[in-house]
């Protein structure tokens, strides 16, 4: 079974330009969550999506957004970039029970360097 | 201060010996305790979790989650060269929720 990926794996960009990742889940699998990490503040969520809804999200300005097709795969998006926006961007997938732990199968990432 | 405090270390530790890896919380709502292992240029994997208190034992892993201190611990037996990998506990509160709250992340280099 193919585990998540995710696309580009490394990104070179300028303040003030927009970027889009994209993540493909594990087969089966409907909900994706996105994750910032970063060494200072480590692995901290961005938003979650369910059957092409946002159903959670962290505290992270609106510059931050995403978007889920109906065949689950995910994109985020993050316009007008910022320095501190440089990190490795995370998604995970999960098969979404309604109860217990749902485990989440992370994506190598992409790592995102902003100039 | 931060819902999950983790030492960043990075610790070093001989190869055989015992390694104890721990994160403090102050949400005594989180009911669901992981720890995730992550290698380099990798994405986290998960390792083992607990609900509630008490103790999980695997192979040569432990976790130990003490909720009335707010205390969580991972022990690693006989470790090997190839544990060498960044340690991070995670938590949530409820039941089918996708926000865990993550520790920074304790890097462990197990040497030969």
């Known amino acids: 079974k193919a585990g998540v990926t995710q696309t580009p794996r490394y990104l070179i960009k300028t303040r003030g330009q927009q970027v889009t990742l994209s993540c493909s889940p594990i087969s089966g699998h409907r909900s994706v969550s996105w994750y910032q990490q970063t060494p200072g503040q480590g692995l901290q969520f961005l938003f979650e999506?369910?059957?092409?809804?946002?159903?959670n999200k962290g505290n992270f300005p609106g510059r931050f957004s995403g978007r889920q097709f109906s065949n689950s795969r995910s994109e985020m998006n993050v316009s007008t970039l910022e320095l501190g926006d440089s990190a490795l961007y995370l998604c995970?997938?999960?098969?979404?029970?309604?109860?217990?732990?749902?485990?989440?199968?992370f994506g190598p990432g992409t790592r995102l360097t902003v100039l | 201060q931060k819902e999950v405090e983790q030492d960043p270390g990075p610790l070093s530790v001989p190869e055989g010996a015992i390694v104890s890896l721990n994160c403090t919380y102050s949400?005594?709502?989180?009911?669901?305790f992981m720890w995730y292992r992550q290698y380099s240029r990798k994405g986290p994997e998960l390792l083992m979790y607990t609900y509630s208190s008490g103790n999980k034992e695997d192979g040569r892993f432990t976790a130990q989650v003490d909720k009335s201190s707010k205390y969580i611990s991972l022990f690693i037996r006989d470790s090997q060269p190839s544990d060498s990998a960044t340690y991070l506990c995670?938590?949530?509160?409820?039941?089918?929720?996708?926000?865990?709250?993550f520790g920074t992340g304790t890097r462990l280099k197990v040497l030969a």
């Open positions: 995970a997938s999960s098969l979404a029970v309604a109860s217990g732990l749902n485990e989440q199968f």
């Open positions: 999506y369910f059957s092409e809804t946002q159903r």
């Open positions: 949400n005594s709502a989180f009911q669901y």
């Open positions: 995670a938590m949530s509160a409820t039941s089918g929720t996708y926000k865990y709250i």
